[in-house]
């Protein structure tokens, strides 16, 4: 199975910083990488699929680059409403599809 | 609109059964793959199940073959997890969740459209 290792975990940043999150995969999984943001109590939302194409309606803010074994997720400018739990899902090697433990973004 | 509902779930004692339902509205059921996924509180993401249009193709989690099913009725828009000798580590919410495409060279699958999620508490 491929596993999904997110860093960090957890990060604190304020309004208007940029943010970085990594996603490696165990083995390649060429750039077949998607992307979510869960809000505490609600369903995951799609961001990024296919490691960089932003799904419709994402700002553009989000962006999604990397191919093999390492992905990031980039927030260009971090807005109130972006506080939430990223997650990252590989779609190459199913099944099991597999998700990364995810990185919780908190206000600093 | 897109909308997936879904339904079912509840408190039951281990061993027990849990039939879990999911509505989908606003697309055409019979052309996406859809997937079960699951998150335990305080915790990640976990997939679940996920089967094909038609239903031909159905895999499974590894902590959960054996003991869930999943099926779907193509002309209700209708999609079932029925969950058997269940355990307190199935606790969760249980979410739904349609299979899109995008092709280039390749297709590259991703969950585009997901429910509400359901809760499912098995305890004693």
């Known amino acids: 199975d491929i596993q999904m290792t997110q860093s960090p975990s957890s990060l604190s940043a304020s309004v208007g910083d940029r943010v970085t999150i990594t996603c490696r995969a165990s083995q390649s999984i060429n750039n077949y990488l998607n992307w979510y943001q869960q809000k505490p109590g609600k369903a995951p939302k799609l961001l990024i699929y296919a490691a960089s194409n932003l799904q419709s309606g994402v700002p553009s803010r989000f962006s999604g680059s990397g191919s093999g074994t390492d992905f990031t997720l980039t927030i260009s400018s971090l807005q109130p409403e972006d506080f939430a739990t990223y997650y990252c899902?590989?779609?190459?090697?199913?099944?099991?599809?597999?998700f990364g433990g995810g990185t919780k973004v908190e206000i600093k | 609109q897109v909308q997936l509902v879904e339904s079912g779930g509840g408190l039951v004692k281990p061993g027990g059964s849990l039939r879990l339902s999911c509505a989908a509205s606003?697309?055409?059921?019979?052309?996406?793959?859809m997937s079960w996924v699951r998150q335990a509180p305080g915790k990640g993401l976990e997939w679940v199940s996920y089967l094909g249009g038609s239903g031909g193709t159905i895999y499974y989690a590894d902590s959960v073959k054996g003991r869930f099913t999943v099926s779907r009725d193509n002309a209700k828009n209708s999609l079932s997890l029925q969950m058997n000798s269940l355990r307190a580590e199935d606790t969760a919410v249980y979410y739904c969740?349609?299979?899109?495409?995008?092709?280039?060279?390749?297709?590259?699958?991703?969950?585009?459209?997901w429910g509400k999620g359901t809760t499912v508490t098995v305890s004693s």
């Open positions: 606003g697309f055409t059921f019979s052309d996406y793959y």
């Open positions: 969740a349609r299979w899109s495409v995008y092709r280039d060279d390749f297709s590259y699958y991703y969950m585009d459209v």
């Open positions: 899902q590989q779609s190459y090697n199913t099944p099991p599809l597999t």
